[in-house]
């Protein structure tokens, strides 16, 4: 059987290297709250102008 | 467009196109060519992705989409941050780990050879023939601009892609990538800042917001669960979250994009780039044609936009009386805009209630006016061109905006196009060589010289294959759309391989084969049997496939499982 390769953990270990930023997850999170963050701004948006 | 202009377009779009070939003539490395530099930065890596998905559509359809159903189509890019997400955390280590080429390369290495061979097969089909339909975009834009013939603009057009992108590959791609954008960029600021100066004295953004939310244009957003609606939030963030992560994660045209560069770091940057950037861009793009909408309801417009299409059937009396309703039509509800606007400033709710009813009746009049001019021009020929929102950012670029930056958004529309194009025919030829030659001739895959060649060559038939396309895309309505729809019905399956790649360890070649041969077949039959909004097909197509292949995994007979040990 053929099994899929695991993660690279080298991947991880290399921080993003951004002020503020020191792992990756802390980055992806930053970006979900930047999403959650424009749609409720979009759903004021609505809200106001429709 | 005068000379001005002239010199705008063609200096932009001839000096990006040569400045690419020119730097990347030299270029002997095999790796290079596919993948481009090995020092490329977050930031080329980035807006080479954005330059890859905003094709000349985006800039033509999608504001034609705010001015004719309002910014909805913006919950369509909801799932695309998550997608990136994952991108990055799981694809992108992947395919460096392993320092593959393309992304089937991996299915060779985690399944067998044929799993490989069908999903590059569903890539080089789906993309193969969307290929044509971004070419056909800005070739409307030249023919309605300079009364040209369509298909010799996109043979033109054409022809200047595969010249770049077939001397310097994916390297040329990203260098020109990175100019085509930042003009792409000044050009839309400069179409909207003048959009808002050209707005009627005393309105101003906000009036023009409040204007446009009345009549239905600014519902940015939809809770509804009712699974008709084609664009709601759930369709955006579910399906939109399987139709990224299906073109970031396994279309080449992307992956191409970001697994060169100089470390991860710098591939998974330039993708939280896109996942911070892509709505907001959207959204504006979206706003612009709103507020044409309201601009519109202001100035004089043809009652139909695409007018070489209305010209050519405008013969008989009924299109001018048309006309002359439309005009009487526009009138009135310029009147019951202006009446709105004082009952607003008036709080006297009652009197806004009766107004706002009044604005929107009258707009529903004018509305159903233009749906009459098109049905006259679909009586007149059951074959013409009925849907003119398209033509509504060009018809005001080429009406309103002052020479100069006239040329700037006409080259803002080719560059558009270039880059996707070039994007496009760089991971056709690509795949073509290393998932498909290479895998028939296996003794020539050692001789870095020749596997150039190859690439060089499958790079510039698939340019001619999109531009024959091109020559036939006239029956879609919708550009963005048809490329969308397209996208979902082959994405969902080829996602599909990769989740069972990544994610379900047990399952091997053979089931996943045929449970994406079945689940393919599956969502064809529904998209022609059933009336769902299209993003749906990305979850059934990718959960097809899964659950079939936990099923075959378990009943295929035991010789079939033993190939799939052979092939690991």
């Known amino acids: 059987m053929t099994l899929a390769p695991g993660?690279?953990?080298?991947?991880?270990?290399?921080?993003?290297?951004?002020?503020?930023?020191?792992?990756?997850?802390?980055?992806?999170?930053?970006?979900?709250?930047?999403?959650?963050?424009?749609?409720?701004?979009?759903?004021?948006?609505t809200a106001i102008f429709s | 467009m005068n000379l001005a202009d002239w010199i705008v377009l063609l200096g932009t779009l001839v000096g990006i196109a040569a400045y690419g070939a020119w730097r990347t003539r030299h270029i002997r490395s095999l790796s290079t060519y596919l993948r481009g530099s090995a020092s490329t930065g977050w930031g080329t890596i980035g807006l080479s992705v954005m330059a890859t998905q905003a094709s000349a559509i985006t800039f033509l359809s999608i504001p034609g989409q705010g001015f004719e159903s309002g910014i909805g189509f913006v919950q369509n890019y909801f799932g695309l941050p998550l997608a990136l997400i994952i991108v990055c955390a799981v694809f992108l280590p992947m395919y460096r780990r392993l320092n593959v080429y393309t992304a089937y390369e991996f299915l060779g290495q985690r399944f067998d050879e044929k799993t490989r061979l069908l999903g590059a097969g569903l890539f080089l089909?789906?993309?193969?023939?969307?290929?044509?339909?971004?070419?056909?975009?800005?070739?409307?834009?030249?023919?309605?601009?300079?009364?040209?013939?369509?298909?010799?603009?996109?043979?033109?057009?054409?022809?200047?892609?595969?010249?770049?992108?077939?001397?310097?590959?994916?390297?040329?791609?990203?260098?020109?990538?990175?100019?085509?954008?930042?003009?792409?960029?000044?050009?839309?600021?400069?179409?909207?800042?003048?959009?808002?100066?050209?707005?009627?004295?005393?309105?101003?953004?906000?009036?023009?917001?409040?204007?446009?939310?009345?009549?239905?244009?600014?519902q940015a957003v939809d809770f509804s669960l009712d699974p008709s609606r084609r664009y709601t939030v759930w369709t955006g963030v579910f399906g939109g979250l399987f139709l990224s992560?299906?073109?970031?994660?396994?279309?080449?045209?992307?992956?191409?994009?970001?697994?060169?560069?100089?470390?991860?770091?710098?591939?998974?940057?330039?993708?939280?780039?896109?996942?911070?950037?892509?709505?907001?861009?959207?959204?504006?793009?979206?706003?612009?044609?709103?507020?044409?909408?309201?601009?519109?309801?202001?100035?004089?417009?043809?009652?139909?936009?695409?007018?070489?299409?209305?010209?050519?059937?405008?013969?008989?009396?009924?299109?001018?009386?048309?006309?002359?309703?439309?005009?009487?039509?526009l009138a009135q509800s310029q009147s019951a805009i202006r009446a709105w606007l004082e009952a607003r400033a008036s709080d006297d709710p009652a009197r806004e209630t009766r107004a706002r009813a009044a604005m929107v009746a009258a707009?529903?009049?004018?509305?159903s006016i233009r749906a009459e001019a098109r049905a006259a021009i679909a009586a007149a020929d059951?074959?013409?061109?009925?849907?003119?929102?398209?033509?509504?950012?060009?018809?005001?670029?080429?009406?309103?905006?002052?020479?100069?930056?006239?040329?700037?958004?006409?080259?803002?529309m080719f560059a558009a196009a270039l880059s996707s194009k070039a994007a496009e025919l760089a991971a056709l030829g690509t795949t073509t060589t290393i998932d498909l030659w290479r895998h028939f001739r296996p003794l020539a895959a050692?001789?870095?010289?020749?596997?150039?060649?190859?690439?060089?060559?499958?790079?510039?038939?698939?340019?001619?294959?999109?531009?024959?396309?091109?020559?036939?895309?006239?029956?879609?309505?919708?550009?963005?759309?048809?490329?969308?729809?397209?996208?979902?019905?082959?994405?969902?399956?080829?996602?599909?391989?990769?989740l069972v790649a990544f994610f379900l360890r047990r399952v091997g070649g053979s089931a996943v084969f045929f449970a994406a041969v079945a689940a393919q077949a599956l969502v064809i039959v529904m998209y022609f049997s059933l009336n769902i909004g299209y993003l749906w097909y990305n979850i059934i197509g990718c959960a097809a496939c899964i659950a079939f292949s936990l099923v075959l995994q378990k009943v295929l007979p035991p010789r079939a499982r033993a190939d799939e040990v052979r092939a690991g």
Do not use: C
């Open chain 2, 446 to 498: 050692a001789d870095e010289h020749r596997n150039m060649q190859v690439a060089r060559r499958f790079t510039a038939m698939w340019g001619l294959v999109a531009v024959a396309f091109a020559l036939f895309a006239g029956f879609a309505e919708n550009l963005i759309e048809a490329i969308n729809i397209l996208g979902s019905i082959f994405y969902g399956v080829l996602l599909g391989l990769f």
């Open chain 1, 7 to 45: 993660p690279d953990e080298r991947a991880d270990s290399e921080p993003p290297d951004i002020p503020g930023f020191r792992t990756w997850g802390g980055l992806y999170l930053f970006v979900f709250g930047w999403f959650v963050l424009v749609l409720v701004l979009l759903t004021a948006f």
């Open chain 2, 125 to 218: 089909l789906q993309r193969g023939l969307a290929a044509g339909v971004t070419i056909y975009a800005p070739a409307i834009i030249i023919s309605t601009v300079l009364g040209w013939r369509l298909d010799l603009v996109i043979v033109f057009t054409g022809l200047l892609v595969i010249v770049y992108t077939v001397t310097g590959g994916s390297e040329a791609v990203a260098l020109t990538h990175k100019w085509q954008m930042t003009m792409i960029s000044a050009g839309m600021v400069t179409a909207l800042i003048v959009l808002l100066l050209r707005l009627p004295d005393g309105l101003g953004f906000t009036g023009a917001a409040h204007v446009a939310g009345a009549l239905g244009k600014l």
């Open chain 2, 245 to 329: 992560l299906s073109y970031f994660g396994t279309d080449q045209s992307q992956v191409q994009r970001y697994i060169g560069g100089a470390s991860i770091r710098e591939g998974r940057l330039g993708l939280m780039f896109n996942a911070v950037l892509k709505i907001p861009m959207q959204f504006v793009i979206l706003l612009i044609g709103a507020l044409l909408f309201v601009f519109y309801q202001f100035a004089p417009h043809p009652v139909f936009f695409n007018q070489a299409e209305w010209r050519r059937h405008a013969q008989d009396g009924k299109f001018a009386v048309l006309e002359a309703r439309h005009a009487g039509a």
């Open chain 2, 363 to 367: 707009n529903d009049r004018a509305g």
């Open chain 2, 382 to 412: 059951p074959r013409a061109k009925t849907k003119d929102s398209d033509y509504v950012f060009i018809t005001f670029i080429l009406t309103e905006l002052p020479h100069g930056t006239i040329g700037l958004l006409i080259a803002v």
